[in-house]
Antibody, heavy 119, light 110 residues
C-alpha cells in the first residue's frame, strides 16, 4: 500500500517561498508509469493541480503557476518536493501530494497540509 | 471558473439513486479518460472511478461512471448518509497541457 506524507512549514510570509516535501512509503518514486504530483485546495474551494514530476526529473506545471513553481525529486530518499515562490494570501491552501497515472488519475493521496500565507 | 462544469449541489433520500454530471470539451473529457474523486469532510480526496468507468479495488459497485461525448457522469445507487461528501471530476486537458478538475458537487443525503 503506497502512502504519501506531506511536511513543511504551516505559515509562510508574503513574498517568500513556500517549500513542502512529500515522503513516499510502500512504493518507489522510481517506478515507471507513475508521476508524482502536487494539488492544492484553498479553504472552502475546489481542487487545483499544480504540477507533476517523473523520476527522471521531467516536469509539467500548471500554466497559471508555471513562473513560480519548481518540483524536484530525490530518488535516494524516495521523496519529491514543491517550491512556490513569491507567495501571496491567494496561495493559502491545503496542499496535497499524490501519485498520478500519466494522463489518467491520481490513485494515492497524502493527507494534506495547510499552508497559510500571512505576515 | 473551472474548465469542467459540475452542478454545485445534488440531494436525494437514503436508498435512492443520484447522478452527478461533468461537462467539458473535446480538449479534455471528449478525448481523454476521466476520473472521479470523493472528498469526505476534512479528508483528502479519494479515487472512486478511473478511466471513465472503472472502480479501484475496494470501491463498492454502488458507484459507477460513464462517458458520452464531452460529458462524464458519476452514478451512486443505494445512497447512504456516509456518502455525503464533495465529488470532483478530473481529466487531462490537451490544450492547457494540464490536469483539470471540476468545481465540485456537494452531495446531501436527506
Amino acid at each position: 500500500q503506497v502512502q504519501l506524507q506531506e511536511s513543511g512549514p504551516g505559515l509562510v510570509k508574503p513574498s517568500e517561498t513556500l517549500s513542502l516535501t512529500c515522503n513516499v512509503s510502500g512504493g518507489s518514486v522510481s517506478r515507471g508509469s507513475y508521476y508524482w504530483s502536487w494539488i492544492r485546495q484553498p479553504p472552502g474551494k475546489g481542487l487545483e493541480w499544480i504540477g507533476y514530476i517523473y523520476y527522471t526529473g521531467s516536469t509539467n506545471y500548471n500554466p497559471s503557476l508555471k513562473s513560480r513553481v519548481t518540483i524536484s525529486v530525490d530518488t535516494s530518499k524516495n521523496q519529491f518536493s514543491l517550491k512556490l515562490s513569491s507567495v501571496t494570501a491567494a496561495d493559502t491552501a491545503v496542499y496535497y501530494c499524490a501519485r498520478e497515472k500519466y494522463l489518467g488519475y491520481s490513485d494515492y493521496w497524502g493527507q494534506g497540509t495547510l499552508v497559510t500565507v500571512s505576515s | 471558473q473551472s474548465v469542467l462544469t459540475q452542478p454545485p449541489s445534488v440531494s436525494a433520500a437514503p436508498g435512492q439513486k443520484v447522478t452527478i454530471s461533468c461537462s467539458g470539451s473535446s480538449l479534455n473529457i471528449g478525448n481523454n479518460y476521466g476520473s472521479w474523486y470523493q472528498q469526505l469532510p476534512g479528508t483528502a480526496p479519494k479515487l472512486l472511478i478511473y478511466d471513465s468507468n472503472k472502480r479501484p479495488s475496494g470501491i463498492p459497485d454502488r458507484f459507477s461512471g460513464s462517458k458520452s461525448g464531452m460529458s462524464a457522469t458519476l452514478g451512486i445507487t443505494g445512497l447512504q448518509t456516509g456518502d455525503e461528501a464533495d465529488y470532483y471530476c478530473g481529466t487531462w486537458d490537451s490544450s492547457l497541457s494540464a490536469w483539470v478538475f471540476g468545481g465540485g458537487t456537494k452531495l446531501t443525503v436527506l
